[in-house]
Nanobody, 116 residues
Framework: QVQLVESGGGLVQPGGSLRLSCAAS????????INWYRQVPGKEREWVAQ????????NYADSVKGRFTISRDNAKNTVYLQMNSLKPEDTAVYYC?????????WGQGTQVTVSS
């Protein structure tokens, strides 16, 4: 059974950093493309970053490029999102996502709040 569990969110001041984790079970992150999305109430879910299966190629939304870094630890079967230079507009619920066998899988999300 595919499961994704996010953690690491919290309250941080502008300019601060957080590292989000996405712990996977039921499949190997090394063989799957994993995405991070975020959503603000009343708005559509926004794609943030991606790490490609079987490679370490990464892609980022323009709004986070140069500030966020996606990575994975195959031994821990976990994907991370390192977020630096955080801005108030980064405030959102962050979700990890993967697509397998034609199905879309999501975690429960973790809240990130950037505020002074």
């Amino acid at each position: 059974q595919v499961q994704l569990v996010e953690s690491g969110g919290g309250l941080v001041q502008p300019g601060g950093s957080l590292r989000l984790s996405c712990a996977a079970s039921g499949f190997a992150v090394s063989s799957s493309t994993i995405n991070w999305y975020r959503q603000v109430p009343g708005k559509e879910r926004e794609w943030v970053a991606q790490i490609i299966n079987n490679f370490y190629a990464t892609n980022y939304a323009d709004s986070v490029k140069g500030r966020f870094t996606i990575s994975r630890d195959n031994a821990k079967n976990t994907v991370y999102l390192q977020m630096n230079s955080l801005k108030p507009e980064d405030t959102a619920v962050y979700y990890c996502n993967t697509r397998r066998g034609g199905n879309n899988y999501w975690g429960q999300g973790t809240q990130v709040t950037v505020s002074s």
